[in-house]
């Protein structure tokens, strides 16, 4: 099956730096891989995701990157602000094979500081 | 959302009883996932289904039963619940497999 391992397990950043969230996977079958933002106490929500066909998206202060050949896609937010406070988690999805499940990585608990 | 509910909400039991959790979905998705939350694991996948009466099992299945009669409907059973089965559940469900899943409100569990 798929294995997605996600860096860092922490991040504080000052409010108004980036910040930026690495994920590799195993499978060459993986072709699409969301970004999840869980608040504290709270579900996690999809805040950006991408397809393998395409190797960057954005979404106003929010980008994707995603590097098939060496299999790993990064999260990366800039002008980080207090309400980016969060955990993060990425995720892989194959796109054929048996193992058709969703693999999430471990999670990044972002700090933005004021 | 109030797309997708879970019940309880929160639940406290003990070792050896059977426990359901409820989830319930209103948008007609095919996919519903089964979750479960512990710190510095992430969220593990116990069980999903691709449509009704059709199930297969995540990473950490052992312990759990499923059932998909309908397709807004996916109860998790455990069925001898043990200590190691406290966590946090969520519920989410998908339009298809490579879409956003949505995710239910969460079932926090305790198991004495």
């Known amino acids: 099956g798929e294995n997605v391992e996600q860096h860092p397990s922490t991040l504080s950043v000052q409010e108004g730096d980036s910040a930026v969230i690495k994920c590799t996977y195993s499978d060459s079958a993986s072709n699409y891989f969301p970004w999840y933002k869980q608040e504290l106490g709270k579900r996690p929500q999809l805040i950006i995701d991408i397809r393998s066909n395409v190797g960057e998206k954005k979404d106003q202060r929010i980008a994707v990157t995603l590097n098939k050949t060496a299999k790993h896609f990064s999260l990366h937010i800039t002008e980080t602000q207090p309400e980016d406070s969060a955990v993060y988690f990425c995720?892989?999805?194959?796109?054929?094979?048996?193992?058709?499940?969703?693999?999430f990585g471990t999670g990044t608990k972002l700090q933005v500081i004021p | 959302d109030a797309g997708i509910t879970q019940s309880p909400r929160y639940k406290i039991t003990e070792t050896g009883r059977q426990v359901t959790l409820m989830c319930h979905q209103t948008w007609s998705h095919s996919y519903m996932f089964w979750y479960r939350q512990d710190l510095g694991h992430g969220l593990r996948l116990i069980y999903y289904s691709a449509a009704a009466d059709i199930t297969d099992k995540g990473e950490v299945p052992d312990g759990y039963v499923v059932s998909r009669s309908k397709t807004e409907n996916f109860p998790l059973t455990l069925e001898s619940a043990t200590r190691s089965q406290t966590s946090v559940y969520f519920c989410a469900s998908s339009l298809q497999l490579r879409n956003e899943q949505f995710f239910g409100p969460g079932t926090r569990l305790t198991v004495l």
């Open positions: 995720a892989a999805v194959p796109y054929s094979g048996g193992y058709q499940k969703v693999t």
